[in-house]
């Protein structure tokens, strides 16, 4: 009981900690994915992640085809095994593994045109990239940053030996890999948005947002977000779609106050014929339930 009691109070402390420290928006550069970022955004993809897919395989587990499934395993099993317990359980557990080993994750970003994301793709010659825009941000105070930011001539040396060992392979697969863009502050990576290397015209998705526990409700989402819809607007985008994990009230919520609607109510605002041609179908999995949920913005 005791020890109960301190960890209830130590993690009331540190959470009201948490909201004293705010987050100040003018600090944070939003720039492309290096090579050096990678095992961190993967990391930060990850605990975005850890209760997303366990809502996902509940979500499935309760459909009503799958339910009719489970029963008839589960009283096949019931004759077979003579007891009640064990032939609940066991086609459960097994549905549990199927679906943690076969729901396309592409190591967390869903909605990708691809089984897996190309991390290495994606960073390559990222350092070129001009950073995104921030609002927050002063001209002087972002050219400041940028100085600070400036990688050192041996680290350059050493990119540049690293390119050249693969460069045209490296070259093909920056073309299909996509884009992940990165909120930096001090060299810390916050929040990350991805974008798909799919592409129509005047039109890209958004595969996966994630920002860092400590950093939520700070508005550090609808930066990046903005941030990209800013640039891809300026490349000549003029619709964005972005995929939310599905189950994802939080999600739908936060697309939502950016403007965003769910596909299918948008039909009745730019014409029958071109909503049907941009018609962007939402990842599937298990039995060809959906594992995302489409949401549409016009730029």
Known sequence: MFI???????FKIMSLSGKMVRLDLGDVLLRRM?????????????????????RLILYLLTRPLALLM??????????????????????????????KLTIPRSVGILGSSRPYWDYVGSSYHADTQPDLPNPHTGRA??????RRKKPKEKEKDKTKEREQVDEDE??????VAGEVWVADSDGEVMGCVARDGWSRDGVCRIC????????????????????????????????VYAHVPFPSKVGEAFFRRLGYRLQGETAGTTGEEEEVDDYEEPQKGWLGFPLTKVFVKDL
């Open 4 to 10: 109960f009691l301190i960890k209830h109070y130590f």
């Open 141 to 146: 105070k972002l050219e400041k940053t940028r």
């Open 208 to 239: 996966r947002l994630v920002v860092q526990s400590w950093y939520r409700r700070e508005g550090l989402g609808r930066l990046l977000v903005q941030g990209l819809e800013s640039r891809t607007k300026q490349g000549g985008i003029r619709r």
């Open 34 to 54: 290096q090579e050096k970022d990678i095992e961190a955004v993967k990391a930060l993809i990850k605990e975005g992640c850890e209760g997303t897919e366990n």
């Open 170 to 175: 490296l070259k093909e697969r920056a073309k």
């Open 70 to 99: 489970l029963a008839i395993l589960s009283s096949i099993l019931r004759c077979v095994l003579h007891s009640f317990i064990l032939a609940l359980v066991i086609p459960v557990f097994i549905f549990i593994i199927y679906l």
